[in-house]
């Protein structure tokens, strides 16, 4: 069973750096969705992908962030000139055909902002 | 926008015994999707139940079961003879006809006594 996958898992970084987060979806799952999760709160919606097409941004995706699914398959989430606000959870879910049909999320990326 | 709202940060069952959680939300929209998802400590995100808005019936799963009150805007999750296992963190989330991300509560953690 090949599930959502995330890479990494934890991530520590300085202030300033820029970090990118990548993101595996359930291999047929045509939607792939980006949130994030700080602690003792549930995800918070970042943005979502159709096939290649990133169709919704929050408007908690600052300019910092950027994400990409260049061919439909895996996608990157790239933060530049962390913050220590920028620590949290990041979460990756896909889900197959029109929404809002069930998300399967991955195990997440921890970032931590040093 | 959509809210979600769930009261009870925390909540404790004997095992075995029956707990419901509670979730209450906002739209203005007629066609829409809501779900339980648990979050074991340290685990990734996991489906335990959806239900279409359209659809008079609760859903049901196994010893998961809700009760939706579409006019009161209320989605509460009932779990029957808890297990150790059933203890976690539970999100209530709302997906709206449209094709943004979902909407969730900021969770309710599940203590469950041996």
């Known amino acids: 069973d090949t599930g959502v996958s995330q890479d990494p898992r934890h991530k520590i970084t300085k202030r300033g750096q820029n970090v990118t987060f990548r993101c595996d979806p359930i291999s047929e799952h045509n939607r792939l969705y980006w949130y994030r999760q700080t602690l003792g709160q549930g995800p918070e919606f970042l943005t979502y992908?159709?096939?290649?097409?990133?169709?919704?941004k929050s408007r908690l995706l600052s300019d910092r962030f950027s994400a990409e699914r260049p061919k439909g398959s895996f996608s990157t989430l790239e933060i530049q000139r962390t913050e220590q606000g920028d620590s949290a959870m990041y979460l990756c879910?896909?889900?197959?055909?029109?929404?809002?049909?069930?998300?399967?999320f991955g195990p997440g990326t921890r970032l931590t902002v040093l | 926008a959509q809210t979600v709202t769930q009261s009870q940060p925390e909540m404790s069952v004997q095992e075995a015994e029956t707990v419901t959680l509670s979730c209450t939300y906002d739209t203005s929209e007629s066609d829409y999707y809501l779900f339980w998802y648990k979050q074991p400590p340290s685990r990734q995100m996991i489906l335990v139940i959806r239900?279409?808005?359209?659809?008079?019936q609760n859903a049901t799963e196994n010893r998961f079961s809700v009760n939706f009150q579409k006019a009161a805007k209320s989605f509460s999750l009932k779990i029957s003879d808890s297990q150790l296992g059933d203890a976690a963190m539970y999100f209530c989330?709302?997906?709206?006809?449209?094709?943004?991300?979902?909407?969730f509560g900021k969770g309710t953690h599940l203590i469950i006594q041996p």
């Open positions: 239900q279409e808005a359209y659809k008079q």
């Open positions: 879910a896909s889900s197959l055909g029109v929404a809002p049909h069930t998300q399967y």
């Open positions: 992908f159709q096939n290649e097409a990133q169709l919704e």
């Open positions: 989330a709302y997906g709206g006809g449209g094709a943004d991300g979902l909407t």
